[in-house]
T-cell receptor, first 113, second 115 residues
Framework: DVKVTQSSRYLVKRTGEKVFLECVQDMDHENMFWYRQDPGLGLRLIYFSYDVKMKEKGDIPEGYSVSREKKERFSLILESASTNQTSMYLC????????????FGDGTRLSIL | GDSVTQMEGPVTLSEEAFLTINCTYTATGYPSLFWYVQYPGEGLQLLLKATKADDKGSNKGFEATYRKETTSFHLEKGSVQVSDSAVYFCALSLWYTGGGNKLTFGTGTQLKVEL
């Protein structure tokens, strides 16, 4: 089974802090994704990466950046956390191909105070 | 742009009732279609998928058929159980010329099954 591991299930940070969310997958997938999930809005794509050191903006990249130095690891960075970034963050990975499903981690519930 | 529309929830059913969750899509290309399920406190799990017209995806008693003529992918189960209580997401995937595949999700439908 594919395993996507997110470093924290719950995280509490303060406004203005730099926040790192880490994600690791163990199936040699080329593609990795970061989403945020908010009630009534579903899942929205923040950034994705289809190769090491490659990144593409998703639908809501403002206030975020990402890093992919190794194939198995994809980090989401909140440069200066704000309260409107309080959310559930989900990481996913997949093989390349339009018919390939994405495999998700358990999520990080981030609260910015 | 590409989009997925799901019926709004919550949907509340009695155990052993028949379930339908409607999903329709709009896509510029020829997408693959997926249903994901999210149990409380967890991430999303793939429930089933279909990659071409008239394909039927099935898993754990759930089924959905890719209907190109109606651009729909409705989720059905003949007899729901309390353990099926979760949020269900319909999604489409299109090949991205940069090399990846992007999922577009519906907003999710919460299902509550009562004894």
């Amino acid at each position: 089974d594919v395993k996507v591991t997110q470093s924290s299930r719950y995280l509490v940070k303060r406004t203005g802090e730099k926040v790192f969310l880490e994600c690791v997958q163990d199936m040699d997938h080329e593609n990795m994704f970061w989403y945020r999930q908010d009630p009534g809005l579903g899942l929205r794509l923040i950034y994705f990466s289809y190769d090491v050191k490659m990144k593409e903006k998703g639908d809501i990249p403002e206030g975020y950046s990402v890093s992919r130095e190794k194939k198995e690891r994809f980090s989401l960075i909140l440069e200066s956390a704000s309260t409107n970034q309080t959310s559930m963050y989900l990481c996913a990975s997949s093989l390349t191909g339009g018919n390939q499903p994405q495999h998700f981690g358990d999520g990080t519930r981030l609260s910015i105070l | 742009g590409d989009s997925v529309t799901q019926m709004e929830g919550p949907v509340t059913l009695s155990e052993e009732a028949f379930l339908t969750i409607n999903c329709t899509y709009t896509a510029t290309g020829y997408p693959s279609l997926f249903w994901y399920v999210q149990y409380p406190g967890e991430g999303l799990q793939l429930l089933l998928k279909a990659t071409k017209a008239d394909d039927k995806g099935s898993n754990k008693g759930f089924e959905a058929t890719y209907r190109k003529e109606t651009t729909s992918f409705h989720l059905e189960k003949g007899s729901v159980q309390v353990s099926d209580s979760a949020v269900y997401f319909c999604a489409l995937s299109l090949w991205y010329t940069g090399g990846g595949n992007k999922l577009t999700f519906g907003t999710g439908t919460q299902l509550k099954v009562e004894l």
